[in-house]
T-cell receptor
């Protein structure tokens, strides 16, 4: 079954630490996205990509880097983590090329705590 | 920057009642809307999508869209306790970028 798998499910790090969140999709989708979810803000787009090697800036990119190494794999990097980055992170994939209005498939989320 | 506004922030309805949720985009380029449902501790799951003016019904769920005002609404009839969740509206603008609203938290009480 097509899916989006995120790892780790939970992560605790210290302020200033390095964190890498991983996402793999088996949907054969071109587009992949990283969102953060905070109470009162819904889902906010950090970065997205429409293919291996491509990266597009989202709405809240500060403090985050991302890399799309293959069609399946999309990584989110926090190189100097701050408490403001404590959040629930979701990865998603979609393929608007197939009809132009593909739904999102979300991963199960990664809960990050920066202390 | 495109914004998607949802109202109300929270809603309580009795079991068997009607829940009505609203969503408006500020981007004139938006061409597609989705409604997602997110149960506590879970990831969002797509409920319905709409891109044409008018109404679309699937079971107990009905979605309306007014493209002129960029307003969509979701109506849940015969609400059940299992419908209690965060409901997120998403709008697609340029570059296939989807923007989500902050959500409406629905609670259905028995």
């Amino acid at each position: 079954e097509a899916a989006v798998t995120q790892s780790p499910r939970n992560k605790v790090t210290v302020t200033g630490g390095n964190v890498t969140l991983s996402c793999r999709q088996t949907n054969s989708h071109n587009y992949m996205y990283w969102y953060r979810q905070d109470t009162g803000h819904g889902l906010r787009l950090i970065h997205y990509s429409y293919g291996a090697g491509n990266l597009q800036i989202g709405d809240v990119p500060d403090g985050y880097k991302a890399t799309r190494t293959t069609q399946e794999d999309f990584f989110l990097l926090l190189e100097l983590a701050s408490p403001s980055q404590t959040s629930l992170y979701f990865c998603a994939s979609s393929d608007p090329g197939t009809g132009g209005h593909s739904d999102y498939t979300f991963g199960s989320g990664t809960r990050l705590l920066v202390i | 920057q495109q914004k998607v506004q949802q109202s109300p922030e929270s809603l309580i309805v009795p079991e068997g009642g009607m829940a009505s949720l609203n969503c408006t985009s500020s981007d004139r380029n938006v061409d597609y809307f989705w409604w997602y449902r997110q149960h506590s501790g879970k990831s969002p799951k797509m409920l319905m999508s709409i891109f044409s003016n008018g109404e679309k019904e699937e079971g107990r769920f009905t979605v309306h869209l007014n493209k002129a005002s960029l307003h969509t609404s979701l109506h849940i009839r015969d609400s059940q306790p299992s419908d209690s969740a965060l409901y997120l509206c998403a709008a697609r603008g340029g570059n296939y970028k989807y923007v989500f609203g902050a959500g409406t938290r629905l609670k259905v009480i028995a």
